[in-house]
């Protein structure tokens, strides 16, 4: 891996961990749903003006029932989820949710193919499920109302992108641009039902819009652009590394900006939750740089 793909992979990283800190800023006033809204339209806009600038195309009529699909599991519903969770929870404990995605995707995958589990990841599954009681059982925010359900539930939105992960593999072959821009117009569609359910608490001041922008554009238009830059650059072996990676930006930015406090069990149950990740996934960084160095050497 390159000097550039390196900084961009920690730029990516940093990008999708601010989007706990977003959330954390946005959801308590506008509400999941409302938010979740301007998120996946102003991320469809931007994904619209860039492929219009680059020249690539939808194909709607052929790829319809994918992007619905696709945007229901990959971005309307943890979307929602996660804002809604953001009340209650703090960026820090969002993050290191978040992270648990590569281990239910482990397990789906093996049981989509009926293959059985290998020891390793076994032991990844246990170490994970430990890393969140560790993480979640001497955390302060748990002692807030509704924090089983919010817990709950950001578990189930890190289960939705695994599904959607699954689902994008065995599905019909679609450009991965196209997936993302695709997928985020469906989401718009999709979440429009939620809206009278949530309305907005309160009146959006400028600040929360930015944080509503920032969340569309940055961490959903501009980071997808990245990752599947870099997915074509270094390969899905060392993307992955972004997995564990953005908790530990999402815990930084809930410190600096937010004022979360990180104790020890913080800072124990993210590295217990990224040690499953690992093992769950096989990731290793020398598998990663052996999987990678012929594409950097042939560039």
Not at 221 to 241: D, E, N, R
Request: glycine share 8%.
């Amino acid at each position: 891996m390159n000097t550039a793909s390196l900084l961009r992979l920690i730029v990516l990283a940093a990008i999708w961990g601010s989007s706990f800190l977003f959330m954390r800023i946005a959801a308590p006033v506008l509400g999941p749903a409302v938010l979740i809204e301007y998120r996946v339209a102003f991320a469809a806009v931007f994904l619209a003006i860039v492929g219009a600038i680059l020249k690539k195309r939808l194909d709607l009529a052929a790829n319809w029932k994918h992007y619905l699909i696709l945007g229901f599991i990959n971005s309307a519903l943890p979307f929602l989820l996660f804002a809604f969770v953001a009340r209650t929870l703090s960026a820090s404990v969002l993050s290191v949710l978040n992270a648990t995605a590569p281990m239910w995707g482990a397990l789906i995958g093996a049981l989509w193919s009926r293959q059985a589990i290998a020891g390793k990841q076994v032991l990844g599954l246990v170490l994970g499920t430990c890393g969140v009681a560790l993480l979640v059982g001497f955390d302060d925010v748990t002692t807030r109302p509704g924090a089983p359900l919010a817990i709950a539930a950001a578990l189930l939105a890190a289960f939705c992108y695994s599904v959607a992960s699954t689902y994008a593999r065995s599905a019909k072959t679609v450009e991965p641009y196209a997936n993302a821009h695709g997928s985020m117009w469906a989401a718009t569609v999709l979440v429009i039902p939620a809206l009278p359910f949530f309305p907005a608490p309160a009146a959006a001041t400028p600040g929360i819009m930015g944080a509503a922008l920032a969340l569309g554009v940055l961490c959903s238009g501009i980071a997808y652009i990245m990752y599947f830059k870099l997915i074509q650059q270094v390969g899905p072996t060392s993307a992955l590394t972004v997995t564990f990676l953005s908790p530990l930006f999402g815990i930084l930015w809930g410190v600096l900006f937010l004022s979360e406090h990180v104790g020890w069990h913080t800072v124990a149950g993210a590295a217990v939750v990224i040690a499953g990740t690992a093992l769950v996934t096989g990731f290793t960084p020398f598998r990663a740089r052996a999987i990678v160095a012929p594409s950097s050497t042939s560039k």
